[in-house]
């Protein structure tokens, strides 16, 4: 089945909103295939970045979301909240969230109900230790990771999710996983989503692979049967670097 490639950049805690709003415009100038485009920006960015990248194919996203509406919940934001300002994404469950900021699969699973309950996208991210993989847990992670975040939802309330498999000793650190193990950790993921929402769900579902993805590294990946596009950090945060891998 045909799935349309995501390419995705994860800007992190990175660019003022003078920058951001440069990125964001010209990405939107270049966009030029077929392929859906996101970038998330920090908090600040993501209204300007909409407007900068109005009326392109270039979709903006939030790097986290809280699951309650509005109220006392100082320093947070919601979904509602992000869709009002005209993002169309909430990345979930980043591996940086999870090691710093306490998120567990029970909390990515409250996000992402909030989330499809904002009428938003939710590309939740998964992905194991070196050390979760040197001990032969690769499965039992990543099944608890997709079992656990998408609990109580059924695969028509999940038509909008996204998965971005990222391996955590590849984040940032220019090891990039090689393309084998990238697709046989994909090809398990979707065995995974197969078991939990069926067969149409799993065929159709995007898998993104991020992970130190350059441009140079960026059409392997791509080509494997069951990587569905890329979650970018670092090589997002520069228009030319970002638009060799949107063009790879
Ligand atoms: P990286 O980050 O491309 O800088 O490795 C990827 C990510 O954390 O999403």
């Known amino acids: 089945m045909a799935r349309t490639i995501v390419i995705a950049g994860n800007w992190k805690l990175n660019l003022s909103v003078e920058e951001g709003v440069a990125l964001a415009g010209a990405l939107a100038k270049e966009a030029g295939n077929d392929r859906e485009i996101v970038v998330f920006p920090t908090a600040l960015s993501v209204y300007p970045a909409v407007q900068a990248a109005a ?15 509005s109220g006392a919940y100082t320093g ?61 847990r690769l499965d039992e992670i990543l099944r608890g990771q997709i079992t656990g975040g998408l609990a109580n939802l059924s695969a028509d309330d999940l038509a909008d999710l996204v998965i971005a498999y990222e391996p955590v000793w590849a984040i940032g650190t220019g090891v990039v996983a090689t393309e084998e193990q990238a697709q046989d950790a994909h090809a398990l993921s979707r065995g995974i989503v197969r078991d939990l929402l069926g067969d149409a769900f799993a065929d159709s579902v995007r898998i993104l692979y991020g992970g130190s993805v350059k441009p140079d590294n960026a059409a392997g990946l791509l080509g494997q049967e069951d990587i569905d596009g890329a979650l970018v950090g670092g090589a997002s945060l520069k228009a030319d670097v970002f638009s060799g891998i949107i063009n790879s």
Do not use: D
């Open 55 to 69: 009326g392109s194919k270039v979709e903006v996203g939030v790097q986290n979301a809280y699951w309650e509406v």
């Open 76 to 136: 947070e934001l919601s979904p509602e909240l992000a869709k009002a300002a005209g993002a169309k994404w909430v990345l979930i469950g980043h591996s940086e969230r999870r090691q710093y900021f306490g998120e567990t699969n029970e909390t990515c699973n409250q996000r992402v109900q909030a989330t499809l309950r904002a009428g938003l996208k939710p590309m939740l991210c998964i992905g194991e230790t070196l050390e979760e993989r040197e001990s032969g």
